[in-house]
Structure formats: C-alpha cells, structure tokens
C-alpha cells in the first residue's frame, strides 16, 4: 500500500526529482473527456497510454528492468545499442548496418551523386569556393572485429563508402578520407579514438581530423592561419558524447569505460577563413559550446544540421529553406560535406539537389552574354541532361502521344514541345526531396 500511495503521490506532485531518461521521447498529451470521445473509446485508450508513460517513478522503474535485463542476461533494451563481441564495446546499429552494406543505395545511384558532386565542385572551384567531401571515422570500421557475427552473416559484397571511394577517383573528385587515415594508424595512437561507450569520436580525434583540415586550408588559401595547441589533457569527466550510448541504454548503475584524454586548447592567430560544415551528429564534437573548434578557427564556422537547421542560431532562427541557398554557398571559402558511416545512405543530405534548383532558378532568366564559367559548366550539363530525357520520351510511346497533343494544342512544333517537357522533367528531378533519419 506505501508503495501505491508513493507512486500515486509522485505522479501527481512529483515529490522526487528522477533523471530523466535518455534517447528520443514523444510526450503523450492528458486525453481531454467528451462524450464522443468516452463512446468510441478514444479516451480510454488514450488515458491508458497517457498513465503507463506518466506513472510515479516510472523512470526508476524502467532503468531497474533495464539493468536487470543487462546485468543478468547480457542485453540491451535499446533496440539502436549493439553489444560488441568483447562484452564492452558498444555500437550504435546504424554504423553496424552500415558498414556490412544493408543500407547500399546501388553503384547507379551513388555514381551519379558523384558526377553530379564533380559538376558542383567544379561550378564553385570558378567562384572561389572550395567543395569538400570529407568522409569520418565510423565505429564499425574501426572495431570490425567487434562486430556480433549475426550482422556480418549478413554482410554484403559492398557498401556505400567503399562505392563512393571508387566513384570519386573515377569522376577525379578531390575529397578528404579520415575514415581510412584512422583505421590504417589504428593502435598508434596515444590518445583514445573512441570511448567503449559511444558512438561518436572522441574530441581528440575530431580534433585531429580538424587540424589537418585547417593545414589543407592553408596550403589551398597560402595564408598562414589561426591553428590550436594542445595545452594538456584532463581525464576526470566524459564530454555528453562520450557516454552517449550508455545514457541511452538507461541503465540504474553507472558502467565502466576506458580513460578518454579531453584535450586543452589555446588558439593562435592567423587567418580566418570562411567555413561552412553540412554534417550530421559526427559535427557536434568539435562544435560543441565547450569544445568551439570552428568558431576560434573560421571566420564563420557554419554547421548546417542535416542541411536543415543552421548553426548558430540567427534571428529568427531560420532553417536553409529561408534563405538564399545559393548565394549563401557561394559566401563561403570552404564548404565541407561531412559524411559518416551511420548516415552515409542520406548524404550529402539534399545538397545536390538544393544547390542545382536553387542555381537553375536563377540561371534561367540570366542572359547569355551574361554567362561565366560556371554557368558554362552548367549549361552543358543541364543540355546534357535535358536530351536524355528527350531521349526517355521518344522511347515512351504513351509518353510521345501526350507532348504531340500538346504541341498541336499549344501550335508550336513537336520538337519544341519535346524540349519543354524533358527541360520541366529535369528542373523536377532537381527538387529538394526529404528524407528520413
């Protein structure tokens, strides 16, 4: 009865303060009581819902069952946690999956990304701006022989960063690969990589990838920048990403982990350039408030969320929907397209598709006498890509009927028509299109 009352008592007032639990939560709102609602049985449902995600203690009681599970039997909850082989070492699914080719998006589709990435590249090499792929180190990649043997039982030919390495050489794509400078230097290190309980880098690690960045900056600028020191290292706390599959298992008892090296700054002067990252989460662990790489190294230091949100935060804070896409792009010294090993079925996150329509909006009203080496660049393309589709809609019989019809409706020749409809087909293909964490 105590223990009734208690959890009564902690659901209406909230006498105790609980951790909350870690990972990603969708409050269910209080059902509000109607008569309809009460007769269909909405309400019922949803109260039931509402009480079993807002019962008194429910946190305590979700990380007692969870550490039951894994102290006695082994394993995790989470469905997005893998155990590794040796019983410590943990991994989030999506780089295991990954890394084993389940998320492949195919050699067409991944080629033509990188045709297309070579033609951006190029467009903005004529303005002044430096387009970078930068692939990062995936946990999967570093400790493949960690990885439970039922994902490698399902493991493919190929996958998408071993594609994409072989398209960019194909298309001369000039690009950087940490992903591969770290795993072949593996155990060389001084400082830990990874901690057992994450699934992002360390800041040592992201601080080394950043170092070599800004050095390939410098050779590209010929300016003598703004670089960091490492002043000393302070192994009494884990930064939020350290733990941060640990804080998702939601267990009751702290686990143990290998010592992590969090590095001290201190920053020299030099020149600043203009920077903009288009990453995923990987990005956080050099932008992080009480990290601040980019910030003291780049004059800007942009980091655009997924494409999707921009950081810092403007006023209003906007998304890259409210801005002009292009222009902004252009603004920059170096734009970084980071690529991880969890994501990289997403990547590069609509930026192809983004920076095409917003360039070809503007593009088509533009003069030709007008025209600079990058709208050369992408007239040839766009032409390129518009006879295929003229290409697509001959071989279509249902398809040529229709643009005929139009052109006789419309009195303008069959050819003209044939263009306008493979010219609209492409600037559709060019749209934005969502995606899917």
């Not at 609602?37 to 969870?66: K, T």
């Not at 990649?141 to 990885?147: G, Q, V």
């Not at 989460?281 to 997924?306: I, M, R």
């Amino acid at each position: 009865m105590i223990g009734f009352v208690l959890g009564f008592a902690q659901e209406k007032w909230h006498l105790f303060k609980l951790k909350p639990l870690g990972g990603v939560t969708f409050k269910t709102e209080c059902p509000h009581l109607t008569l309809q609602s009460f007769a269909s049985g909405a309400f019922q449902r949803d109260a039931e819902q509402y009480s079993r995600e807002n019962f008194g203690f429910r946190e305590w009681h979700i990380r007692l069952f969870n550490q039951f599970r894994h102290s006695l039997f082994g394993q995790t909850t989470n469905q997005f946690v893998v155990k590794g082989k040796d019983g410590k070492t943990f991994f989030e699914e999506s780089y295991v999956i990954s890394y084993t080719g389940e998320t492949y998006l195919g050699k067409e589709k991944i080629q033509e990304n990188a045709r297309q990435l070579k033609l951006i590249q190029d467009m903005l090499h004529a303005k002044g701006t430096t387009l970078l792929p930068v692939f990062v180190l995936g946990k999967a990649s570093f400790y493949p022989e960690l990885i439970p043997e039922k994902y490698i039982a399902k493991r493919h030919e190929t996958n998408n960063y071993q594609e994409y390495l072989k398209a960019f050489e194909q298309q001369g794509l000039e690009m950087i690969d940490f992903n591969r400078y770290f795993c072949e230097r593996k155990g060389s290190e001084s400082h830990p990589i990874y901690c057992n309980l994450s699934a992002h880098w360390t800041v040592y690690a992201a601080s080394q990838a950043v170092d070599s960045l800004v050095r390939y900056m410098e050779d590209k600028t010929q300016q003598e920048q703004a670089h960091f020191n490492i002043e000393g290292f302070d192994t009494s706390y884990l930064m939020e990403q350290d733990d941060d599959l640990y804080r998702m298992m939601n267990l009751m008892f702290p686990m143990r982990h290998n010592t992590i090296d969090q590095p001290q700054f201190s920053f020299t002067e030099g020149y600043k350039p203009k920077v903009l990252a288009i990453s995923d989460s990987y990005w956080w662990t050099v932008y992080a408030w009480n990290v601040a790489l980019p910030q003291n190294l780049f004059s800007d230091g942009g980091f655009w969320f997924y494409n999707k949100t921009i950081y810092p935060e403007r006023t209003p804070i906007q998304n890259v929907e409210a801005i002009d896409y292009k222009q902004e792009i252009e603004n920059q010294d170096f734009v970084l397209l980071v690529c991880t090993e969890a994501t990289n079925h997403l990547w590069p996150y609509g930026f192809i598709e983004r920076y095409l329509s917003n360039y070809d909006n503007v593009f088509r009203y533009k003069p030709t006498e007008q025209y600079d080496a990058a709208d050369s660049l992408y007239l040839d393309y766009r032409n390129t890509e518009i006879e295929k589709n003229i290409q697509r809609i001959k071989e279509s019989t249902e398809w040529l009927e229709s643009v005929t019809r139009q052109a006789d409706e419309k009195g303008i020749t069959v050819e003209q028509s044939l263009w306008d409809n493979a010219e609209y087909t492409y600037r559709m293909d060019i749209e934005p299109k969502g995606f899917v964490r």
